[in-house]
Structures are given as structure tokens and as C-alpha cells.
């Protein structure tokens, strides 16, 4: 069983090679709008249902993901702008990173030197056939501190997979700004 799953995995891995390197060499991941190898119109746009059970359910249990596709990033240490002008997004005006997550209890995701992420609605659960096997939150950010902020446009969505409460997990975000 575990050689099936060794093969599987490495199978897998060949095949996204294939499909998002160049032909012979391990290339970066370019997105479409600035490589023209690219197929005209395509866009990086999963569902919610995609983004759970394959990237992070690939991610969290085997460390499997689309290297260069979605790259990993310390949110409290980049602001929303910084973002938008030092990664390309998925040719929709949105990005996709992977972090590191631990449960805190409270509302905030991450606070930084220049705001904070503010989540005021409860999570959404993402179903599979009936199943959970993850959930989604939304979040704000909000440039200064926690008595004198100011709300902007620039929300995340968290994606994360259902586990015990208080676990680290590694989560993925779904960086964009409102009206956008």
C-alpha cells in the first residue's frame, strides 16, 4: 500500500511537471498574463471544493503542492499592498498563498507592524458529498492599530481543513480587494 501511494504521489507530481513546466527543465510558474506559452484566457480559479480536498488536503498531508503555483507567505508581514505589487496574481486580480496558522481563539488572523486582519462572521463549512472537510472565513484588513484603524478594501478568505481545535495547520488564502 505505501509503494501504490509513493508511485501515486510521484505519478502526480510528474503529470503537474508536465503540465506547468517546460518541456526538460524545472522552470518557475509564470502567470498567463506574462508568459506567452500560456493558452490565451486562462485563469487560476478554484472552487472552494478544489482548493480544500486537493491543494490543502495535498499540502497538509503529504506536503504535496503546486510548487510555484501557490507560494507560501507570512501575512502579518506583508501588507495587502505589498502584495499586490511584489506577486503576480492568478489573472483575476487574485492571489493564493499558503501560511502557517495557529488557532488563537480570537477573531484577528494576523497582526502587523502596518494593520491586522479583522473576521467578524463565523466560519463557512465547505461540504463534499454531504461531508465537511474544511471551512472558509472571510477577513478585513485594517490599516493601524486596534484602537485607531481604518477599514480598506483588501479582504482574505481562509481556507482550512477540518482538524481538531488548537492544532497548527498550514492554510490557504485567497487574497483580493473589494469591488475589484
Do not use: C
Not at 35 to 47: E, I, Q, S, V, Y
Amino acid at each position: 500500500m505505501t509503494h501504490l501511494l509513493s508511485h501515486f504521489n510521484q505519478s502526480k507530481t510528474q503529470i503537474l511537471d508536465t503540465m506547468w513546466n517546460s518541456p526538460g527543465k524545472k522552470s518557475p510558474i509564470v502567470p498567463p498574463q506574462e508568459d506567452p506559452n500560456w493558452a490565451p484566457g486562462w485563469k487560476f480559479n478554484p472552487t472552494d471544493e478544489e482548493i480544500v480536498d486537493f491543494y490543502l488536503k495535498g499540502l497538509n498531508s503529504n506536503g504535496f503542492f503546486l510548487n510555484n503555483m501557490i507560494k507560501f507567505i507570512d501575512l502579518k508581514d506583508n501588507h495587502p499592498e505589498k502584495i499586490h505589487e511584489n506577486h503576480s496574481h492568478n489573472g483575476l486580480g487574485i492571489w493564493y498563498f499558503y501560511t502557517q496558522r495557529v488557532p488563537t481563539g480570537n477573531p484577528s488572523l494576523q497582526a502587523g507592524k502596518e494593520g491586522y486582519w479583522m473576521g467578524l462572521k463565523n466560519p463557512t463549512n465547505i461540504l463534499i458529498k454531504g461531508r465537511i472537510v474544511g471551512s472558509k472565513k472571510e477577513f478585513t484588513f485594517y490599516k493601524g492599530d486596534f484602537v485607531h484603524s481604518i477599514e480598506t478594501k483588501w479582504r482574505v478568505i481562509e481556507y482550512t481543513l477540518s482538524r481538531a481545535p488548537g492544532a497548527i495547520e498550514r492554510v490557504l488564502l485567497k487574497i483580493y480587494m473589494k469591488g475589484n
